[in-house]
């Protein structure tokens, strides 16, 4: 089993930065692929950036392309998600997501372990 924990959610206003922390309890994390997600009130839960296993592919929503960074650590065990110029629109909570030699894809099937997620609050 693979617990996640996410953390660094809070009140920022728009224009602003936050940077989210997923750490892993394996110490093989970088054999994960990792991923992402969030979900606002009365919505589905959304795919927000992911990266493959092997760290060499990422991907990201459109609505954050060039704004949202996701990366790793492999010698902490802690992923990260680096969110610049926050809008509103942004406000969910987001939770970050494992699986064993995945690909890094967008869909929420494909990961196996979740983090309780971590509020993000965006005030416009």
């Known amino acids: 089993q693979v617990q996640l924990v996410e953390s660094g959610g809070g009140l920022v206003q728009a224009g602003g930065s936050l940077r989210l922390s997923c750490a892993a309890s394996v110490r093989t994390f970088s054999r994960y692929a990792m991923g992402w997600f969030r979900q606002a009130p009365g919505k589905e839960r959304e795919f927000v950036a992911a990266m493959r296993w092997s760290g060499d592919n990422l991907y990201y929503a459109d609505s954050v392309q060039g704004r949202f960074t996701i990366s790793r650590d492999n010698a902490k065990n802690t992923g990260y998600l680096q969110m610049n110029s926050l809008k509103a629109e942004d406000t969910a909570v987001y939770y970050c997501?494992?699986?064993?030699?995945?690909?890094?894809?967008?869909?929420?099937?494909?990961?196996?372990?979740w983090g309780q997620g971590t509020q993000v609050t965006v005030s416009s």
């Open positions: 997501a494992a699986h064993y030699h995945g690909d890094g894809l967008d869909s929420p099937a494909e990961y196996d372990y």
